[in-house]
Structures are given as C-alpha cells and as structure tokens.
C-alpha cells in the first residue's frame, strides 16, 4: 500500500469513528439541540486532514497499541482542533469567513450557535475520553496520563495561550520571539500532543517518548511553517480560504522574517531531524517517516 | 455552628483551593497569557455563591469521604459553571452587561478575550479533574464515573443544550414543556451533577443514590424559579443585575406563567420533598437539610 492509501485508511477509520460519536442518535430531545448538532456537525466534516488523530493512532500501533483502544482520543483531539477553529474564526477573534472551501461556523450558523458548537465539542472531547478510559481498568494510569496531555496542551499552558498571543499582536508587527511562541503553543503543541498521547497509552521506554517527542515537536513546527508559506504561494482553490490573508492582517510569519526560500529550507531541516528521531522505532516507523516527508510537499 | 458560618466555611475551603488553582504562578509565559489568567480570576472571584461545589464537597463528606479527594471535582463544577455564565453573558447570546453588581467579563475585557478565558476555563476543569484522578489509584473508576457524570451534563445533552433553546425562543413567549426543558437543563443539570458526583465519589448503595438524586432535581429546579422570581421581586442592589430583563427578552419564566404565589408554593413544595428525600442519612444530612431549606428564602 502506499503512502496515500495508507493515509486514507487511516483517515476513514477516524472518520467512521466521529460519524459515530456525532450521530444524530446519540442525542437527546432533537427538537431542542438539532441546530447546534448540525453545527458541530458542519465543522467536524468540513474536509479537515485529521493529521492529529492519524499521529495519535499511528504512534499508538506503532508500540504496538490497538487502535480500538486509542480511537475515542484520536477523535477527542480533533474535537478539541475543531472547536479552536471554531471559534478562532469567529469575528471578535481572526474574523473569517472561510475554511477549507466552506463558511465558516459562524457564517451559517451565527456568532451565538458557533460558540455553543465549539464549547459543546470541546465538553465532548473530554466526555468520550472519560468513557473510554473507563473501559480499559488495566491501562487505566496510562489513559489518564494521555488525557492529562491533552487536556494540558490544550489550555491556557498551551494551545489557548498562542490564541491569546495571536490577537493581542493583531494590527503590530511582531518580533520573532513572539511569532515563535505563537507558532509553538498555537499549532504545535496539540500536534506534539497528538504524537505523546498515542505512544504513552502503552508502557514504553522513556528514551522511546523522548524521540516521539523531538518527532512531534519538529513536524508542529514544520506544519505552522508550510502554512505561512502556503498563505503566500497557494491558491484560494488549493487552500479553501482567501491567501495573503496573514500579510493584510498585518501578521508576522516565517516567510516575511526569513523569506521563502529560507522557510522553505528551517522545513526541510525540520523534518530530517524529526525522521532521524523515528529511527530506534525500526521500520514499524515507515508510515510516519512518509508522514512527515509529505509535510514538505503540502499543497493545503 | 449555625447555617450561616457553616456555609461560610465551606464557601471558604472552596475559594482557597480554587485561588491555588488559579494562583498566577501556576501559569507560563505571562507575558503572553497574563490577560487571559486576569480575565478567567475576575469571574471566578466575581461574588459566586459556590452553591455547585459546596452541594458537591457536602454530599461527599456525607458519604464519609475526604474532602480533599473531592475539591478538585468541586472547582472543576464551578469552572464550568463560571464559564457557562461568561459565555451566556457576551452580546451574541443574550447579552448582558452587568452579573452579580459587576460589569460581564466581555465588557470589561472583550469579547475575543472573554471567549477565550470561558473556553480555558472548560478545559481548565477537566485538566484538574484529570490530574487530581490520578492521585488516588485506589478509586480511580469512582472518579471516572463523578467525571463522566460532570462532563455529560455540561455537554449537548446537558446544559447546553439549555442554552441552545433558551438563545432559540429568545422573543418569542414558549409553552410550558420548552421552559421546563431549559429551567431543567441550563440550571438544574449542573446541580443535579455536583449532588451525584459528590456521593458517587465513594462506594454507596443504589438506594442512597436514587435519594441524593432527588434532593439534586428539587433543588436545581427550586433553584432556578426562585431566580426567576427574585427577577421580579428582588432589587438590582441584592441581584446584581438589572431586573426584569426576563420581562424585557420576553422569557417565559414560572411566575410569567403561573403568577408569583403558585411559583413560591412550587418552590415550598419541591423543598419539602427535597428535605423528605436527605431522611435516609439521618442527622449527617443536617446541613444540607438548611441548605435546601434556605433556598426558599434566599435573595440573590
């Protein structure tokens, strides 16, 4: 199989899985909460990658974990991805109109339904990883430690703390430091996160954890990167959403501090180092060596 | 110790150990978050009665369980509840500028901000309900199930969902079935759990269970008419807010429907069985006998 198929296997296994979670049986009294269903609904199957949940599962087999086991995080991390955008585009905050090739939330729901929707994904996230751990009592240690990755990367230690960054710098130029930590906590950290929580919900060793995290860290980076520059290089057809739109808001990316050229180059430094780091996992780490070559190569 | 000075105490146990969570040593990289740690401790020490948390602690200690195992869970409540409130207050729900005498969170530090510090406050439960589980090994499927209790009725099946009708017949008047359906869930949901998770933290029988989950209905409906209510009848001094904003969006409340005396006997009524329902903890149950019975008289 190659690497696309791969990838789409793994990306139909995700999924099926949110199908499941966002089912519309799954909710009581319609008549009251049709609308924000449909909302989170909208979000949640708007074409995203699912690249954080691919990692998290993909790590976790990779030790040799079952998915059956890691699925409810994998879909809980892109609840939580989701539920940022969500409410990132929202108008008090980037103000967007479009993602991936679709209004945003807020757009065909309005302002009040989107936050709802957000917080209801994000309340979600927490309700299926609680559940889930509760079916595994013999991994329960290592379930809560995977959750308490996520839950921290995904607060005001981490991912919210980069959406705080980003909109106090609004309308300024930034100096790198800030620009850094913005990319750091904003995009990367749930990537990173992704990475840890999959292999930590097996006991494995900690010099093993230590390289999934130099992979995770470098391949969060490299992804904000390619982003920036896609901002620039790519297509409204290519990227869903109006390009240039860093450069009007007056954000500060690696392409307008460094140039293309040198952006392009911190990529492919990046990710040689994050399949170096892949290579005590032997050749089980083939798909997520393939995984973070195509982060090069990216067109959305 | 009378009523009062017990409440007093718990009150104070409770915003001890939400202040060592919110303690801004606790948080990195100021620089950037220090905004966001000020907006999320100005409503969390906004004037809160703690009713959520202290319903919580007292059904566990009732249970003969340490309360230090349970006030994680007990702020984890108030978080959510303290978000819920700053999300239902922005201008695109239903818009508020004033709660418990003092300006809403937006208004005092906008709208992007006020979003962000709800959503860190969701997530901020959760992280310490995760880290606290970890602490006791010996009880952790207990503490999974208080969680799963907690996490299902903030979700869309739970008060959110309340929200979501309530943003829906905003001016237009409802039927009866729809104002129970949010009195129920964007109030009473939150109650009801912080009663369960407390006793459910601990080993007990079905029959105690069933008990403390009738005493949690009656006084989270009791509850929410007597704010209704106290719209009416109560000043802004002792509410905090503007009153009669239920008349003026137009809100179908209990004495909208069934005029101010029949309201208060509901109110009687619910007590009293909420009182009835606590007989088969013997005199433990004090104070949460006076609890319920201070509902009826309370004024903001």
Not at 184 to 195: E, R
Not at 210 to 231: M, V
Not at 236 to 262: A, C, H, M, R, W
């Amino acid at each position: 199989m190659n690497f696309k198929e791969e990838y789409l296997k793994r990306q139909n296994i995700i999924n099926s899985k949110i199908e499941k979670y966002l089912n519309i049986d799954n909710f009581d009294h319609l008549n009251y909460s049709r609308k924000i269903i449909d909302a989170m609904r909208y979000s949640m199957f708007a074409g995203g990658k699912r690249l954080r949940p691919i990692l998290l599962i993909s790590f976790h087999s990779m030790v040799e974990g079952d998915i059956e086991e890691s699925l409810a995080l994998a879909c809980a991390i892109e609840m939580i991805h989701t539920y940022s955008l969500i409410h990132d585009d929202l108008p008090s905050m980037d103000d967007d109109d479009y993602r991936r090739g679709k209004l945003t939330n807020h757009m065909v729901f309005g302002e009040g339904m989107a936050i709802l929707a957000g917080d209801a994904l994000l309340n979600m996230a927490y309700e299926i990883m609680i559940d889930n751990a509760r079916k595994y009592p013999n991994n329960i240690c290592n379930h809560l430690r995977s959750m308490y990755i996520i839950s921290s990367s995904s607060g005001v230690n981490g991912m919210i703390s980069g959406q705080v960054a980003d909109i106090s710098y609004q309308d300024e130029y930034i100096e790198l430091d800030a620009l850094e930590f913005i990319h750091g906590y904003k995009t990367a950290a749930l990537i990173k996160a992704s990475v840890l929580a999959g292999i930590m919900l097996e006991d494995v060793d900690r010099e093993l954890i230590s390289c999934a995290r130099k992979y995770g860290e470098n391949i969060g980076l490299a992804f904000q990167i390619t982003d920036d520059i896609l901002d620039i290089t790519g297509s409204f057809e290519d990227l869903g959403k109006k390009v240039g739109s860093d450069q009007k808001n007056k954000k500060n990316t690696y392409p307008l501090l460094y140039g293309i050229d040198k952006s392009k180059k911190i990529v492919n430094d990046l990710i040689t180092e994050a399949v170096e780091a892949l290579r005590p996992f032997g050749e089980k780490a083939d798909f997520l060596e393939r995984l973070a070559i195509n982060i090069i190569n990216r067109q959305n």
